[in-house]
């Protein structure tokens, strides 16, 4: 099927990114509440409608939290796992692998998936496992992480072959190692209810607290813990943050602001600058997934439509809108099944009385 392109038109309604990804000069995102996958040049600023994810989609059930890039296919991963949609770039196919349907009954929620050689691991919401999916093979496996109690793992990073991970609800950095499967619980005794994000810069790891707490910076090398004192307004809901270049950038939800963080050792305390603001209604959400392009930062605008561009070299911003001409029809869109090795209920079962792998 020949791609639908969009042009720019303000009387119409503009897309609202809402998980997507960069790949050379094209921008691949999902829709808000919509399982529509459009592509974005940024050279020709064309904007083509590459398909539907989902075999069947209900706007109540399904919600794209990740994507995560391996040999030029890019993995869609919902929030209720049910389906990873795979979107060749090569091919422009959009093809589907299930869950298998025993795993769903005990995790139906994943939050956080990381790529590692051919294989994602994808984390779960209010489960203490990890269902990992080979690319290759079409493989599911579950490896159980045995934490000590219940957690709810908001946000993750990967550093060499281990997985660091925060939890909204526990004051405490999980550290999973992919090759001896082991995971290593660190409790920082900061004060934290949890935290919402955790993010790399020169060897360290920034822990971003929820609401009214304290950053805590991680060094790598010397596996020692210090809580900075910031001056954050503490009346933000949550936060978006991303790192490049060395430099942190976050943004309070909700909220007018975008901020940079400025890292103080001695003693240790983390000042913010302001950048610049745009010229309308604050006092919205934004998306939680900004990207880069080269220098720019990608920011969607949940509740406005389109999103902002950032540029970190000029210090300047503007809203730019993916407007669609036409969207087309669902069962207009060409599709294509494949098969995974999907285990039954029966194996399933087995592993949870012996602890091997689906």
């Known amino acids: 099927m020949a791609p639908y392109h969009f042009t720019q038109n303000e009387q119409m ?38 398909g539907s994810l989902c075999k069947s989609y209900n706007s109540s059930y399904y919600l794209f939290v990740a994507v995560v890039e391996r040999d030029q296919k890019l993995y869609f991963i919902p929030f209720n796992a049910e389906e990873v949609a795979c979107f060749d770039i090569k091919t422009n196919e959009i093809t589907r692998i299930p869950v298998p349907g025993a795993f769903r009954l005990k995790k139906q929620k994943c939050q956080v998936a990381i790529g590692i050689g051919k294989q994602i691991y994808m984390i779960g919401y209010g489960d203490s496992s990890i269902l990992v999916l080979d690319t290759e093979t ?35 950095l999980f550290v999973f190692n992919t090759e001896t499967r082991n ?26 607290p929820r609401t009214g707490g304290v950053f805590v910076l991680y060094n790598l090398d010397t596996k020692e813990f210090r809580a900075l004192s910031t001056d954050l307004p503490k009346e933000f809901a949550s936060f978006c943050g991303v790192c490049h270049r060395n430099e942190i950038y976050v943004i309070p939800n909700p909220g007018g602001r975008f901020l940079k963080l400025i890292l103080q050792k001695d003693p240790p305390f983390c000042t913010t600058e302001m950048i610049p603001d745009l010229s309308f209604d604050w006092n919205r959400f934004f998306g939680w997934f900004p990207i880069f392009y080269h220098e720019t930062m990608i920011v969607p605008l949940i509740e406005l439509g389109g999103s902002i561009f950032y540029n970190t070299e000029s210090n ?21 099944e494949i098969e995974s090795q999907v285990n039954t209920l029966e194996n399933f079962l087995h592993y949870l009385l012996q602890g091997e792998s689906v």
């Open 138 to 172: 079409l493989k599911w496996e579950v490896i159980p992480m045995h934490m000590s109690q219940r957690n709810l793992i908001y946000a993750a990073t990967l550093r060499g072959r281990e997985i660091y991970m925060v939890s909204a609800v526990s004051d405490t």
């Open 13 to 50: 309604k503009s897309l609202t990114p809402i998980a997507g990804t960069v790949i050379g000069d094209k921008y691949y995102f999902i829709e808000q509440n919509s399982d529509v996958l459009f592509e974005y040049d940024f050279v020709s600023e064309n904007c083509i409608c590459r």
């Open 316 to 336: 300047t911003a503007k809203i730019k809108s993916f407007i669609p001409d036409e969207i087309p029809e669902k069962n207009s869109f060409a599709e294509v």
């Open 183 to 208: 995971l290593l619980e660190m409790d920082l005794n900061s004060g934290n209810e949890g935290f919402v994000g955790v993010l790399e810069m020169n060897h360290e790891l920034l822990l971003v």
